[in-house]
């Protein structure tokens, strides 16, 4: 079955931190571009970041660079995204995607993990 999944998500005070995971399966993890998303309530969906299939070139919003960092392990079939820093504003539900082709081309979502910053 081709999915992803999310985990870790959770409350955090300010300027705490949290590691949020994103397992693959059915595809061939290594060949897609993986990325965070997230959508705070009454606002769009917005790209966090990217990381790309080769090379591990990496795209930032503005608002997380220098706090947040995307990572891969095609070993494992997983990417992940370290939250420091974190910010009220950055509550929002996040949401892995995995896009490329594998046998046809997928544009994969999870479900998506509830992150709350608050004191």
């Known amino acids: 079955q081709v999915q992803v999944v999310e985990s870790g998500g959770g409350l955090v005070k300010p300027g705490g931190s949290l590691r949020l995971s994103c397992a693959a399966s059915?595809?061939?993890?290594?060949?897609?571009?993986m990325s965070w998303y997230r959508q705070a309530p009454g606002k769009e969906r917005e790209l966090v970041a990217s990381?790309?299939?080769?090379?591990?070139?990496?795209n930032y919003a503005d608002s997380v660079k220098g706090r947040f960092t995307i990572s891969r392990d095609n070993v494992n079939n997983t990417v992940y995204l370290q939250m420091n820093s974190l910010k009220p504003e950055d509550t929002a539900v996040y949401y892995c995607n995995a896009l490329g082709y594998s046998g046809k081309t997928y544009n994969i979502w999870g479900q998506g993990t509830q992150v709350t910053v608050s004191s």
């Open positions: 059915g595809f061939t993890f290594r060949l897609f571009v």
């Open positions: 990381l790309s299939s080769v090379g591990g070139s990496t």
